[in-house]
């Protein structure tokens, strides 16, 4: 059975080191190609993210500074992403993101993973 993940260049946004070392490795175990993990919004600048990357997953919240701007930019370009944040307002979230899943920290790796799945478009055998 192929992985949820398989072959997809994923961009993980996120500033705290332990949970970007155990994201990245979620994302390889379930078959992601390539995993760039970028701890700030600087170590993006000037990377064409739309042909780099198949999907995204985006903390809120990047060393102090919003990513809620860089999350306009993915969505222009049509790249798939998730929010995986301990941010708490999730309905201003919804209401400037609709259809963009926001995974709460602390979350479940298979959560993350069946999030980033569904942004991409791949679904679930068994599961209507």
Do not use: N, W
Not at 37 to 47: I, K, N, Q, T
Not at 74 to 90: I, K
Request: net charge negative.
């Amino acid at each position: 059975m192929p992985q949820l993940l398989d072959g997809l260049r994923i961009l993980v946004l996120e500033d705290e080191y332990l949970i970007a070392m155990d994201v990245e490795q979620l994302c390889r175990d379930h078959g992601a190609s390539e995993v760039v993990v970028a701890r700030d919004l600087a170590e993006v600048d000037g990377r064409k993210v739309a042909t780099d990357f198949d999907a995204a997953i985006v903390d809120l919240v990047l060393g102090g500074a919003s990513t809620l701007e860089f999350a306009a930019g993915l969505r222009e370009a049509g790249v798939p992403f998730v929010f995986a944040s301990g941010y708490s307002d999730a309905d201003e979230i919804k209401a400037s993101f609709p259809g963009v899943r926001l995974v709460t920290k602390p979350y479940s790796g298979e959560d993350l993973v069946e999030a980033v799945a569904l942004a991409y478009g791949r679904g679930f055998p068994g599961r209507d």
